[in-house]
C-alpha cells in the first residue's frame, strides 16, 4: 500500500514537533524531511536545512545588533556576546594556541565554536526541536574546515614533504616500528581527526534528538491515548523530559566547546609537528 506524501509529511513532522495526536516513536525519518522549497532541484531546502538557515540568521543578527554601535562600557547584549567571544579567546584560543597565535585563529575558531552552539540549540527549541547538526552534512563541512586549516598551518612552515614525515614518524624509536607506527600515526592525524570530529558532533545531536523525541511523544501518549490505568505514567516521562532537555543544554554548549578545542589543538600540533 501506497502511503500518500501528504500523510508522510505529516507522520514526519508529528514526531519533530508533536503536533499529532498519535504516537510515533522517533526514526531516522525525522532527519530526511521531505522538502519544502525547491523540489527536486539542487536548492532543494527541507525543514532541516531552513532551521539551519534560520538559527545562521540568527546568529549574525545577534552579532550585528551587539557591536554595530559597540560602547567602551558594555552593556546589554554587548555586554552578553563580548562576554561569549571573551571566553573563546581566553579559554581555547589563548589557552591551547597562545596570545599570539591564538589572536591569529581567532576568527576560525569563534565561527566554529558559534556555529556549533546555535545550531544546536535549535534542538531545544518549541516546534524546532532539532539540531541541524543531527544531519552529517554541517558537522562535515565545519571538520572539512578544521581539517584545512591544522594541514594548511603545518605545510605552510615546513612544506609538504617535511610536514607529512613529522606528522607521521615517530623519532627515537627502533627502524622495524616504523613500519607499524609509520600508517597508524597517518590514519590517527588525516582520517581519523576529520572522521570524529563529524561524527562526535553529528552523533551527540542525533541521540539528544531522539531522547527528547522519545519522552516527550510518550508523555503526549500517556496523557491522551493511552489507557486509564497507563496515564499515572505521564508526570514520570515529563520529568524525564524536562530532565533530559537540562541534559541536552549542557551537551549543545560542550559540543561547541570541544568541536572548538579540538580545532585550536589540531592546528597547534601542526605548528608543532617536528617537536613530538
Same mark, same amino acid.
Given at each position: 500500500m501506497t502511503v500518500p506524501a501528504a500523510r508522510?509529511? !505529516?507522520?514526519?513532522?508529528? #514526531?519533530?514537533? $508533536?503536533a499529532a495526536g498519535e504516537f510515533h516513536a522517533p526514526s531516522l525519518s525525522d532527519f530526511f524531511p521531505p522538502a519544502v522549497l525547491f523540489a527536486g532541484t539542487p536548492f532543494e531546502l527541507d525543514r532541516l536545512m531552513l532551521i539551519r538557515l534560520l538559527m545562521t540568521a540568527v546568529l549574525v543578527l545577534l552579532f #550585528?545588533?551587539? *557591536?554595530?554601535? =559597540?560602547?567602551?562600557? +558594555?552593556?546589554?547584549?554587548?555586554?552578553?556576546?563580548?562576554?561569549? #567571544?571573551v571566553f573563546v579567546k581566553e579559554q581555547i584560543a589563548d589557552e591551547v594556541l597562545?596570545?599570539?597565535?591564538?589572536?591569529?585563529?581567532l +576568527? $576560525?575558531? &569563534?565561527?566554529?565554536?558559534?556555529? #556549533? $552552539?546555535?545550531l544546536n540549540f535549535s534542538s531545544v527549541v518549541p *516546534?524546532?526541536?532539532?539540531?541541524?547538526?543531527?544531519?552529517?552534512?554541517?558537522p562535515l563541512v565545519l571538520a572539512a574546515i578544521a581539517y584545512i586549516a591544522f594541514n594548511y598551518v603545518g605545510i605552510r612552515k615546513y612544506g609538504f614533504w617535511k610536514y607529512m614525515r613529522s606528522s607521521i614518524v615517530v623519532p627515537d624509536v627502533p627502524p622495524a616500528l616504523h613500519v607499524l607506527l609509520i =600508517?597508524? !600515526?597517518?590514519?590517527?592525524? *588525516?582520517?581519523?581527526r576529520p572522521f570524529t570530529l563529524t561524527v562526535r558532533l553529528m552523533a551527540n545531536m542525533l541521540a539528544g534528538h531522539i531522547m527528547l523525541v522519545l519522552f516527550f511523544s510518550a508523555t503526549w501518549f500517556f496523557l491522551f491515548d493511552a489507557t486509564a490505568w497507563m496515564k499515572v505514567f505521564t +508526570? *514520570?516521562? $515529563?520529568? &524525564?523530559?524536562?530532565?533530559f532537555t537540562l541534559f541536552e543544554l549542557l551537551v549543545i554548549f560542550l559540543q561547541a566547546y570541544v568541536f572548538a578545542l579540538l580545532t585550536a589543538v589540531y592546528i597547534s600540533l601542526a605548528q608543532h609537528a617536528a617537536d613530538h
Open positions: 508522510t509529511r !505529516e507522520r514526519t513532522l508529528s #514526531v519533530t514537533t $508533536l #550585528v545588533l551587539a *557591536f554595530r554601535s =559597540p560602547k567602551i562600557v +558594555p552593556r546589554g547584549l554587548q555586554n552578553v556576546m563580548e562576554t561569549a #567571544v597562545g596570545k599570539e597565535t591564538g589572536k591569529r585563529f +576568527p $576560525l575558531i &569563534a565561527t566554529i565554536f558559534f556555529t #556549533v $552552539l546555535f *516546534f524546532l526541536n532539532i539540531s541541524s547538526n543531527a544531519r552529517v552534512g554541517m =600508517p597508524i !600515526e597517518f590514519v590517527s592525524t *588525516f582520517i581519523l +508526570p *514520570f516521562s $515529563l520529568l &524525564a523530559g524536562i530532565g
